[in-house]
């Protein structure tokens, strides 16, 4: 599986690609407003950090407007992907976007049927929504293993991006389910290489060891 930040946090982006756990960015209109800093060079700069693909949102709910929104955002970097919402007006843009070869990324699918109609439009990717889901108490992981298994079933090409991911065992979930990437916020990717044992047996190791060393 591969692993997304969904941050526009540069110092985030900076800290665990160094690490190489990043294989792309997501970011959405309220990312890029906590970040507070201007949308075209925020996403430029993550771009030179990430080689992988960055997702970059439309704001007009219009076909027309998101195809020129979109024709402008892939002129920042080559490894732009336009993120596109999951409306009817979306997915004729990501049908259009799609025969001239650029890369969509259909946001906020809650169902298979939705997750369905962004990969017949021509989507590179799909995101469903996990934690949302959560928060309604439906399942979110469900809709992950359903489209996992249709999209097996008939061969399709597109992407499925694990998105409101909110906890460790979201991400592992996911990767058990078979997602081809998870998307994962710059404060939870932390907690995913670490655990109170590995801690523990650090602090007993050093302890023995000092023991050790002064006999
Ligand atoms: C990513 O593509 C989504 O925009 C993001 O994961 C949404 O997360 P949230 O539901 O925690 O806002």
């Given at each position: ?108 699918v809650?169902s298979l049927a939705q997750g369905l109609m962004a990969a017949k439009a021509?989507a590179?990717?799909a995101?469903p ?12 992981l469900s809709l992950v293993k359903d489209l996992r298994s249709v999209f097996n079933t008939y061969d399709i090409k597109t992407e499925i ?13 996911v990767?058990l389910a078979g997602s081809d ?35």
């Amino acid at each position: 599986m591969k692993f997304f930040l969904d941050t526009a946090n540069v110092e985030e982006i900076k800290r665990i690609s160094a690490l190489g756990l990043v294989d792309g960015v997501t970011t959405n209109p309220s990312i890029i407003a906590k970040e507070g800093r201007n949308f075209e060079e925020v996403i430029k700069e993550i771009t030179t950090i990430v080689k992988g693909p960055v997702s970059a949102e439309v704001v007009a709910l219009d076909t027309k407007t998101m195809i020129a929104e979109a024709h402008n955002l892939v002129k920042w970097a080559d490894n732009i992907v336009v993120k596109i919402p999951m409306t009817e007006e979306g997915l004729a843009a990501v049908n259009i976007l799609s025969k001239e070869g650029i890369k969509t990324n259909v946001t906020l699918v809650f169902s298979l049927a939705q997750g369905l109609m962004a990969a017949k439009a021509g989507a590179t990717y799909a995101s469903p929504f996990l934690g949302r889901l959560d928060d309604i108490s439906a399942d979110g992981l469900s809709l992950v293993k359903d489209l996992r298994s249709v999209f097996n079933t008939y061969d399709i090409k597109t992407e499925i991006i694990s998105a409101s991911v909110r906890t460790i065992n979201h991400v592992q979930d996911v990767a058990l389910a078979g997602s081809d990437i998870a998307t994962i916020p710059g404060t939870l990717f932390p907690k995913l290489w670490k655990h109170p044992l590995t801690e523990a047996g650090i602090t007993q190791f050093l302890q023995d060891w000092e023991t050790f060393s002064k006999k």
